[in-house]
């Protein structure tokens, strides 16, 4: 097997919520691999951390403000005349139940899960399609699987279901002019966020083990290598995929 296909040298990798968690540890990969990390997050203090880390640029954008992302994505791409890679990861979620969700919290959750999504990948695919190639990574959830039990997050899974219904769409309408699209869904991994539920709710956290073949949280880290494949030649043949990081959840 010839290493070089999963090289990212010389490449432009733009990653949304770039500045913690998963966002951070695949822009540490896409970065190990050769790439010029670009962290695009809305959090001024974490963005230029991370950016620091990553030895790359940080870029503050509200990705919820399509007219931001328009201006954001055509910026990278005049100052380094090509923008190769993006990687959308900003996301939230809301734990409720559905006949107490306000109409407010609904539209939040969409907006930054899906809609911001659609945004980011209508922009970028303006650039990619002009230079002709480029690969989006899409950050989905196990969520848009299933539904997960017992807490309640409609709103999250509703709008994971779209992102990976919008990564497949995407593929189609734009494979033939070498654009790449894919997804990946990750399950429960042990970001800040959730060693906070950990602490928290110690119950509910062992119920998440039980439920995963594994019996334990993936690390941020682990969903790296997925991000270089899939922003990588070595996936040249893969477009429209939804590659799920669960620790097995979803097999039962």
Not at 46 to 56: F, L, N, P, R, S
Not at 128 to 148: D, F, K, P, R, W
Request: with cysteine; hydrophobic share 40%.
């Amino acid at each position: 097997m010839d290493t070089e296909t999963f090289s990212l040298r010389d490449q432009v990798a733009m990653v949304t919520g770039g500045g913690q968690g998963i966002g951070l540890e695949i822009a540490r990969a896409l970065a190990g691999a050769g790439a010029h990390p670009v962290i695009a997050e809305i959090n001024e203090e974490t963005g230029k951390a991370a950016a620091d880390a990553v030895g790359g640029q940080f870029l503050q954008l509200d990705v919820t403000d399509s007219a931001q992302v328009a201006d954001a994505v055509r910026r990278v791409a005049d100052e380094h005349g090509h923008l190769d890679v993006a990687v959308h990861n900003a996301g939230m979620c809301r734990n409720e139940p559905a006949e107490e969700m306000s109409d407010e919290t609904w539209r939040s959750v969409l907006g930054l899960n899906l809609d911001a999504v659609f945004y980011c990948c209508r922009e970028v695919g303006k650039v990619m399609l002009e230079q002709g190639g480029g690969s989006i990574v899409n950050i989905a959830s196990m969520s848009g699987i299933v539904s997960n039990h017992p807490q309640a997050q409609v709103s999250y899974n509703t709008s994971k279901a779209g992102v990976i219904m919008l990564t497949k769409a995407l593929a189609g309408e734009w494979a033939r002019r070498g654009v790449r699209v894919n997804a990946i869904s990750p399950g429960y991994i042990g970001t800040d966020l959730l060693q906070g539920v950990r602490q928290r709710h110690p119950d509910l956290y062992e119920e998440w083990l039980d439920q995963t073949p594994m019996h334990r949280t993936g690390e941020p880290q682990e969903l790296g290598p997925l991000a270089v494949f899939l922003a990588s030649s070595a996936s040249s043949f893969v477009t429209g995929s939804n590659m799920v990081a669960d620790g097995g959840f979803t097999v039962w």
